[in-house]
């Protein structure tokens, strides 16, 4: 099944790029509310998944042991820029729980912030764990190892207890198999497994809604969602897409990007949860098809509709400031 085109890349009035995908959206029930391309396919959600991974660290009482509210719940689900205010609190995180960035075992890369980047190259300091765009969700593992008594060692290992029982909560709230055969390894070195969309979109939903998870995991993804909506910025960073989609929701959205193209969503007040995978793996695509998405399924008449919209249409400029282009939604994601 050949996925249709949902994102054009214009270049002055002529269509330069074209993005192919898939998009998902369900409510809690697993009832199909919009299905565009193949979402039955596997797919690697990588870090868009980093709320329902949470769940063992607000579940095991991890979070209210060392004293977090909403800003560390909220970078535990974090693809971060490596500003210095996720840094900081990243090494906040570890020191409550008796550790340092020498526990980490992301591995170190340089913040993906460009400002932060080169700040930091300015400095003269080189890139530690600490601005590994997974190093919030990481600390929360540590944590939630501390408290529970687990060995944190080897602790992104897939055959490691604690990685088991985020397995466990994934399985549960997808309700999809993450099998050996569909396990791979994300760029923060943790096990990444392949599911298909519409799982992503119900887990999503589930998470927004509560419905099929236990009362006690119903709250705290209530909690986890909560704690991302109000903090969006620690989310992701400054000028990024989760970060300016839960701005401008107030508290009525949740996104989280995930590599190679995939974005997830919901939208609590409808109990809808949204997956959607780009072909190509482009960013910039994924991230215009989860605004288009996301307005098309609000009324005409709200405010918020209008913002998504406008922000799924952006203006392409070079490096003078002058117009050149625009990305837009396209075939079923076109918006009126």
């Known amino acids: 099944m050949s996925n249709p085109v949902l994102v054009e890349v214009l270049r002055g009035s002529v269509v330069e790029s074209r993005h192919r995908g898939a998009v998902a959206v369900c409510d809690g029930s697993g009832r199909l509310v919009l299905s565009i391309g193949d979402v039955e396919r596997p797919v690697f959600p990588r870090s868009a998944v ?14 209210d042991a060392f004293g977090f ?18 840094v900081n609190l990243a090494a906040s995180m570890l020191e409550r729980a008796g550790l340092d960035q020498s526990a980490l075992e992301c591995g170190a890369h340089w913040p993906s912030g460009q400002h932060a980047m080169i700040d930091l190259a300015r400095s003269g300091a080189e890139p530690c764990p600490l ?13 939630t190892c501390v408290h529970t008594g687990l060995d944190r060692h080897g602790y992104v290992s897939k055959d490691h207890e604690f990685q088991k029982l985020v397995r466990a909560a994934l399985e549960d709230v997808t309700g999809a ?36 998870l236990s009362p006690e995991r119903a709250k705290a993804a209530s909690r986890i969602f909560a704690a991302c909506m109000a903090e969006p910025f620690l989310v992701a960073g400054t000028g990024r897409a989760d970060t300016k989609i839960m701005e401008a929701g107030k508290g009525r959205l949740f996104t989280k990007t995930g590599a190679e193209g995939v974005f997830c969503a919901a939208i609590p007040e409808l109990g809808l949860g949204i997956a959607l995978k780009c072909d190509d793996g482009a960013t910039r695509a994924a991230e ?13 008449e709200d405010p918020l509709r209008a913002a998504l919209v406008e922000m799924a249409n952006p203006v392409l400029k070079n490096w003078r400031g002058i117009e050149v282009g625009s990305l837009r939604p396209a075939g079923p994601l076109q918006l009126g």
């Open 177 to 212: 198999a993450h099998d050996v055969d569909t396990c791979g390894t994300d760029g923060c070195s943790i096990p990444t497994y392949a599911v298909p969309l519409q799982s992503l979109a119900l887990g999503f939903a589930r998470m927004a809604t509560g419905e099929g």
């Open 131 to 143: 601005h590994n765009n997974c190093s919030g969700k990481h600390s929360g593992f540590l944590c």
């Open 50 to 63: 980093k709320s329902i991974q949470a769940l063992p660290f607000v579940e095991s009482g991890a979070a």
């Open 288 to 300: 215009i098809m989860v605004m288009a998405t996301l307005a098309s399924l609000l009324p005409a």
């Open 69 to 86: 509210g909403n800003r560390e719940i909220a970078l535990a689900c974090s693809s971060h820029s490596g500003e210095p205010e996720h």
